[in-house]
């Protein structure tokens, strides 16, 4: 019997340990400060990251979103030391380890990490970007699983004032 569950799994494993040797040739070849060491940190972290979605144990999944965490972290942090904190890719290292945060419960941490990641979407592309009206929503919605009052009404006012501001817009070209 064919398992489409299992096939994938197979191969991210093998994403997984190709992603790794690559990793080690850009390490030795540009060494550990360079950006294209960075860059194959954050894609295992990817791969580790949706290899835990796939896990069915939770002791397995939680194990693959640590080893994620530690994989964009440590690529985010070269990504800052060689090109600054303010930069897209930073920005999407913030919301993957935000969203991993999510998924084993942390929530205060997943806030911290969207918030930093809203700080840098505001730098770069504005407060009505897409990107920041989703950071936005996932921050609402973590404030609300942390029943966190002030950070409900907080959150709520900025969507509705940027929702406003975008609607007025639209009808007023």
Do not use: P
Request: aromatic share 16%; glycine share 4%; proline share 0%.
């Amino acid at each position: 019997m064919f398992s489409y569950h299992s096939f994938l799994r197979k191969m991210i494993s093998e994403a997984i340990r190709c992603y790794s040797s690559s990793l080690k040739l850009k390490a030795s070849y540009y060494g550990n400060n360079h950006e294209q060491t960075a860059h194959s940190y954050i894609s295992l972290g990817y791969i580790r990251f949706f290899y835990g979605l796939l896990s069915r144990k939770a002791y397995l999944s939680n194990r693959e979103y640590e080893k994620a965490y530690s994989n964009f972290s440590v690529g985010n942090h070269i990504l800052e030391k060689t090109l600054g904190k303010y930069t897209i890719h930073s920005a999407n290292c913030y919301v993957c380890m935000a969203q991993i945060k999510y998924k084993v419960k942390h929530y205060r941490e997943s806030i911290d990490l969207y918030e930093t990641a809203l700080e840098i979407y505001i730098n770069l592309l504005g407060k009505t970007h897409l990107y920041t009206y989703r950071i936005y929503l996932n921050l609402l919605y973590l404030s609300f699983i942390i029943n966190d009052g002030n950070k409900i009404d907080y959150y709520e006012r900025k969507l509705l004032v940027l929702l406003s501001t975008h609607v007025r817009s639209l009808y007023h070209k």
